[in-house]
């Protein structure tokens, strides 16, 4: 890949900082976002924004008048319509330069392979455990990097996976498992929490900066605070294997 195919006035403000070369990894770059709600909403426009040269979009919901005061990819004319292929719309409008790809599925263990083949980095914008912990296995199995993030209330949290680096997410799954997703939130703690991912993801893929590998940050919004919380690196064949 050479600068000739970058828009070098498009990303004229963060090329100083990230350079040529990182520029140049964020646009060979594929990435998933999986959930596209309040979190996945600003990570989707976020790493569109950023260059990224593949984005998948995977979520079964459509857009839901309740969903309006955080997750702000969507307009009230979207309301009806299936999150991934507004979100898609949305994001192609944003950044033409972006190779869209866009699925209205739940995220399985049996469909987790095709839906999410050829990608190397996933973002966690869902809400429920269960499914989270479907990606945690994949890109455990498949040496990927999961950046999870996690919000409810005024409170958050993030952290980066990669087999070799760090434990696995089932590590600090709660046990049992939440029944139930997130059940009440303010738009600002979203913002956060999503804009923590994005720096993850941007810091993977261009190599600058540290990732949270064996890190969990824990925000609360009202104080606010962002606390580093350490993680002991555990064996995690076997949090793998409780799972099955």
Same mark, same amino acid.
Not at 230 to 244: G, I, N, Q, V
């Given at each position: 890949?050479?600068?000739?195919?970058?828009?070098?006035?498009?990303?004229?403000?963060?090329?100083?900082?990230?350079?040529?070369?990182?520029?140049?990894?964020?646009?060979?770059?594929?990435?998933? +976002?999986? &959930? =596209?709600?309040?979190? /996945?909403?600003?990570?989707? !426009?976020?790493?569109?924004?950023?260059?990224? @040269? #593949?984005? %998948?979009?995977?979520?079964?919901?459509?857009?839901?008048?309740?969903?309006?005061?955080?997750?702000?990819?969507?307009?009230?004319?979207?309301?009806?319509?299936?999150?991934?292929?507004?979100?898609?719309?949305?994001?192609?409008?944003?950044?033409?330069?972006?190779?869209?790809?866009?699925?209205?599925?739940?995220?399985?263990?049996?469909?987790?392979?095709?839906?999410?083949?050829?990608?190397?980095?996933? +973002?966690? &914008? =869902?809400?429920?455990? /269960?499914?989270?912990?479907? !990606?945690?296995?994949?890109?455990?199995?498949? @040496? #990927?990097? %999961?950046?999870?993030?996690?919000?409810?209330?005024?409170?958050?949290?993030?952290?980066?996976?990669?087999?070799?680096?760090?434990?696995?997410?089932?590590?600090?799954?709660?046990?049992?498992?939440?029944?139930?997703?997130?059940?009440?939130?303010?738009?600002?703690?979203?913002?956060?929490?999503?804009?923590?991912?994005?720096?993850?993801?941007?810091?993977?893929?261009?190599?600058?900066?540290?990732?949270?590998?064996?890190? =969990?940050?824990?925000?609360?919004?009202?104080?606010?605070?962002?606390?580093?919380?350490?993680?002991?690196?555990?064996?995690?064949?076997?949090?793998?294997?409780?799972?099955?």
């Amino acid at each position: 890949m050479s600068l000739d195919k970058i828009d070098i006035v498009r990303y004229s403000r963060q090329m100083p900082l990230l350079g040529a070369i990182g520029q140049i990894k964020l646009l060979e770059s594929r990435v998933a +976002v999986v &959930g =596209l709600g309040g979190l /996945g909403s600003l990570v989707s !426009l976020y790493l569109a924004s950023l260059g990224v @040269g #593949k984005l %998948l979009l995977i979520d079964p919901d459509k857009v839901g008048v309740e969903n309006l005061n955080r997750q702000i990819l969507y307009s009230t004319e979207d309301v009806g319509r299936p999150k991934a292929k507004a979100a898609a719309q949305r994001i192609s409008a944003l950044n033409p330069l972006v190779d869209v790809e866009s699925y209205e599925e739940r995220i399985t263990a049996e469909n987790a392979d095709d839906l999410l083949s050829g990608t190397e980095l996933i +973002v966690d &914008g =869902l809400d429920e455990w /269960g499914a989270r912990l479907v !990606l945690d296995r994949h890109a455990w199995e498949r @040496g #990927k990097t %999961l950046v999870h993030g996690a919000a409810e209330s005024y409170y958050g949290q993030v952290t980066t996976v990669r087999r070799g680096k760090s434990s696995c997410l089932a590590c600090i799954a709660p046990r049992p498992l939440p029944e139930r997703g997130c059940r009440g939130i303010v738009a600002p703690t979203v913002g956060v929490v999503a804009s923590l991912e994005v720096m993850e993801a941007l810091k993977v893929i261009t190599g600058i900066g540290e990732p949270s590998y064996n890190k =969990l940050l824990v925000i609360d919004s009202r104080r606010p605070s962002i606390d580093e919380i350490p993680l002991k690196l555990m064996k995690c064949e076997d949090c793998l294997a409780r799972l099955s």
